[in-house]
Every structure is written in structure tokens, then in C-alpha cells.
């Protein structure tokens, strides 16, 4: 299922040390509403909505940004 393969990205970027603490936090919020119990296209709307405003953050490196990018493209396809 693409919002599994969407987690486990996710997870990956979590696992990174050069990720903005804020980000992180923001990044295990989205886990949280993929992971929710919610219809699919609910959860899935509030994960994308976080994750556009994670990627306007500054302070993110630029390959951070594009497996947000990535994960962005994973779940509009859901």
C-alpha cells in the first residue's frame, strides 16, 4: 500500500541527524495522521497538507526537501 511506503520514507528521513528538530517533530506528526484510523483520504490530506508546510521550511537541506517531495507524489496518488 502506498501510505505504508510512504511511513517507511518518512521513518528514513527521521533516522537522519542533519534534519531540523522541528522538522522531525513535524515529520512524526504526519506518521501519526497516516497512521490514524481515519478514512483514507482524510488522513491522507491532513499528512499532505503538513508536509507542504514542512517543505517551506529554510532551515531543511535541499536532499531533505526532495524526499519530501517524493513522499508528497507517493500519497497524491492515493
Given at each position: 500500500m502506498k501510505v505504508s511506503?510512504?511511513?517507511?520514507?518518512?521513518?528514513?528521513?527521521?533516522?537522519d541527524?542533519?534534519?531540523?528538530?522541528?522538522?522531525?517533530?513535524?515529520?512524526?506528526?504526519t506518521i501519526c495522521f497516516l497512521q490514524d484510523k481515519e478514512e483514507s483520504k482524510i488522513k491522507v490530506s491532513r499528512?499532505?497538507?503538513e508536509l507542504e508546510e514542512i517543505s517551506s521550511?529554510?532551515?531543511m537541506?535541499?536532499?531533505?526537501?526532495t524526499q519530501i517531495f517524493n513522499v508528497v507524489s507517493m500519497l497524491?496518488?492515493?
Open positions: 511506503n510512504a511511513v517507511e520514507m518518512i521513518k528514513e528521513m527521521l533516522e541527524s542533519s534534519v531540523p528538530k522541528n522538522v522531525r517533530a513535524k515529520l512524526e506528526k499528512a499532505l497538507h521550511d529554510t532551515n537541506q535541499a536532499d531533505t526537501r497524491e496518488i492515493v
